[in-house]
Structures are given as C-alpha cells and as structure tokens.
C-alpha cells in the first residue's frame, strides 16, 4: 500500500509513503472531519492513498494572490 500526496491544486507529485504499517493516526488524519476526508483523501482499487494538499509554490501564489481561491482550478 503506497500514500502519495499530490498538489490539489497544480497536482505535482510531492512523495511517496511505501509503508503499509504507517496508521492514520501517524499522518494525522485522523483528525479530520468527514467532509475533509471525502475532499482530501482518495483511495483506489489497488489499495493505494491519495493525499492532496497545497505545495509551497501554491501556498505562497495564494498567500501573495488570495482572490486566485476564488476560481475553480487557479494554478494549473
């Protein structure tokens, strides 16, 4: 089982976890509520996790930029 967390907003890949004894709990999603789970985690069939989150390159662009959140995909 592979973790692969991408950019949710220019999908870069970031890395990889390639440990299947990692848990929930050690990523820290955990905590999350469901709706955030639906929208930050997706699995495959092949038992593989997607994790999107924001890159630096993205983060500081909306940082600097805060009206580009406001379209549908800002940094493609």
């Given at each position: 089982m592979?973790?692969?967390?991408?950019?949710?907003?220019?999908?870069?890949?970031l890395g990889s976890i390639q440990r299947s004894d990692v848990t929930e709990m050690?990523?820290?999603l955990h905590s999350l509520t469901p709706a955030e789970r639906r929208d930050i985690i997706a699995y495959d069939s092949d038992g593989e996790i997607t994790v999107k989150v924001t890159c630096d390159y993205c983060k500081e662009a909306l940082d600097n930029n805060p009206e580009l959140s406001l379209l549908a995909s800002p940094l493609q």
């Open positions: 592979a973790i692969n967390y991408v950019c949710r907003h220019c999908r870069t890949f050690q990523l820290g």
